[in-house]
């Protein structure tokens, strides 16, 4: 089965760092997602990660432990509009294509 | 600009009766998939369908119902055998054997129960 945890919510301060975990167990794993989803839209994509390392984009950097099965999400220099939800998903192996399965999200607020 | 559409955004029931909500894509994605989602719940899928005329229950089906006829279009109707469908609606689709690039989400529909 797939079991994903991640915190509910954190609390940051603008222009700080922040890191989100995420653990997870699952069978047939293809890699692991990190999506940002503002309240009452649609979940984007933010990063991908399916080796074990660390991904940077921008602001973002996400890395990944397959060993551990652990990953966290890193946001440098906080802006007041990170304030969204930050959702882990892991892909793993179905019958004939893949599927992704979803933490229940991460809500962050960034403070003044 | 491709895309995944869902209508209407704000959808209103009133106890037993049936609502299709509508999800139509145009990135030629094969695979598409319905989730709901309640506060402190995360995404929850209902059902999912990977080619044309199939499609496979998932987590919570319990009360819906789809249809692949077209492989832009896969349509969720909530049925009046959902005992507490008030909830915000996420279509996504995907392309099969392209993990890497994830699902794409239509902005939500939200259904309340009136």
């Known amino acids: 089965g797939q079991n994903i945890d991640q915190p509910t919510e954190m609390t940051a301060t603008e222009g700080a760092i922040v890191q989100i975990n995420c653990t997870y167990q699952?069978?047939?794993?293809?890699?692991l997602f990190w999506y940002q989803q503002h309240a009452g839209e649609a979940p984007t994509f933010l990063s991908y990660?399916?080796?074990?390392g660390l991904e940077e984009k921008g602001r973002f950097s996400s890395f990944l432990s397959r060993s551990k099965g652990y990953s966290y999400l890193l946001l440098k220099e906080l802006q007041m509009k990170d304030s969204a939800s930050y959702l882990c998903?892991?892909?793993?192996?179905?019958?004939?294509?893949?599927?992704?399965?979803f933490g229940k999200g991460t809500k962050l607020s960034v403070i003044p | 600009d491709g895309g995944i559409t869902q209508s209407p955004k704000y959808l209103f029931r009133k106890e037993g009766q049936n609502v299709t909500l509508s999800c139509e894509q145009n990135?030629?994605?094969?695979?598409m998939y319905w989730y709901r989602q309640d506060p402190g719940q995360g995404l929850r899928l209902i059902y999912y369908?990977?080619?044309?005329?199939?499609?496979q229950k998932g987590d919570i089906a319990e009360g819906y119902s789809v249809s692949r006829e077209k492989k832009e279009s896969f349509p969720l109707t909530v049925t009046s055998a959902q005992k507490n469908p008030t909830a915000f609606y996420l279509c996504?689709?995907?392309?099969?054997?392209?993990?890497?690039?994830?699902?794409?989400f239509g902005s939500g529909t939200r259904l309340t129960v009136v």
């Open positions: 699952t069978s047939g794993f293809n890699g």
């Open positions: 998903a892991v892909s793993y192996s179905g019958a004939g294509s893949y599927q992704l399965t």
């Open positions: 369908s990977q080619i044309v005329n199939d499609f």
């Open positions: 990660n399916v080796l074990d």
């Open positions: 996504a689709s995907s392309m099969n054997f392209r993990h890497r690039d994830g699902y794409t």
């Open positions: 990135l030629n994605h094969d695979a």
